[in-house]
């Protein structure tokens, strides 16, 4: 853990890509039709959301950190398959529609380990995404996607710091999913 003093901070945990997965995520933003208002993600912020925790006292982010150290899901490989506009955030999203059951498995146990230290989200169910553009005020046309792989090894626990004009992510914690063949 480090750069965390005692005031609070943002935290999420997430999936952060490896360099080529990075590439192909900025290959799909690079191709959005967007209007000059709307804001490309840099390529540095990528990541896919699991569990956005929100402000967290310094003391309790110990806990958020053995909650992450002590999932036992394996490793799984998602397809990004298409864009999609979701108006209410007024992002432009890459989606995946299958998930993979050991990411169901982790979501599922990521919220019900948070929810038993009372953390209790909002989320309602798994959606698996990586966001590209943000203040994208209407639906623009959106082609198809060149689909890409992302093979998930590991997760992080990140800290979001929004005093910036674009967020700053840093890695508080990782952990490396389960080997296929060393399942728990
Ligand atoms: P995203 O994953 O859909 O882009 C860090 O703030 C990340 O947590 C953001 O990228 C954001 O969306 C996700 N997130 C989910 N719920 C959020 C909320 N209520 N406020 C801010 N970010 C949220």
Redesign the pocket.
């Known amino acids: 853990m480090t750069g965390l003093d005692d005031s609070k901070v943002?935290l999420?945990f997430?999936v952060v890509p490896d360099a080529a997965t990075r590439e192909r995520i900025a290959d799909a933003a690079a191709s959005l039709p967007l209007e000059s208002e709307a804001r490309l993600?840099p390529r540095n912020?990528y990541?896919?959301?699991l569990a956005?925790v929100?402000e967290v006292a310094a003391p309790q982010i110990q806990s958020l950190q053995q909650i992450g150290g002590a999932q036992r899901t394996t490793a799984f490989a998602l397809r990004f398959e298409s864009y999609e506009y979701w108006p209410k955030?007024e992002?432009v999203?890459a989606a995946s529609r299958t998930i993979p059951p050991p990411m169901e498995q982790l979501w599922q146990q990521l919220h019900r380990d948070l929810a038993e230290q009372q953390w209790v989200l909002?989320?309602k169910r798994l959606r698996p995404?990586?966001?590209l553009a943000?203040k994208v005020p209407q639906a623009p046309v959106l082609q198809a996607m060149s689909s890409f792989e992302w093979l998930v090894r590991d997760f992080c626990l990140?800290r979001?710091d929004?005093s910036g004009p674009q967020?700053a992510?840093t890695v508080v914690d990782t952990w490396s999913l389960l080997d296929n063949r060393e399942k728990a």
């Open positions: 943002r999420f997430a993600v912020n990541h896919m959301t956005f929100g955030p992002v999203v909002d989320a995404h990586v966001t943000r990140m979001s929004t967020p992510y």
